[in-house]
């Protein structure tokens, strides 16, 4: 699954992922330039979906701040 919630206003394709910057909730920066933040609430299955998009896809590479 390529899409995760961030937010209930936010739908995200992972694939898109340029950064994640890491804090209570944290914000992901899209390769487009989009900085969208992240609710606390769906930090976590964010982060699950990103590891096993990077994992899966290794000519990806994320930067995590």
């Known amino acids: 699954e390529i899409f995760c919630r ?3 206003s936010n739908l995200i394709n992972l694939l ?3 950064e994640f910057q890491r ?3 944290g914000a992901v920066w ?3 330039g989009t900085e969208l933040k992240i609710a606390y609430r769906y930090k ?3 982060v699950e979906k990103l590891f096993l ?3 899966s896809h ?3 590479v994320y930067e995590v701040k």
């Open 58 to 60: 290794s000519k990806r």
């Open 23 to 25: 804090g209570r909730g």
């Open 53 to 55: 998009i990077a994992t």
């Open 6 to 8: 961030i937010h209930r």
């Open 16 to 18: 898109e992922v340029k």
């Open 30 to 32: 899209l390769n487009d």
């Open 44 to 46: 976590t299955e964010f």
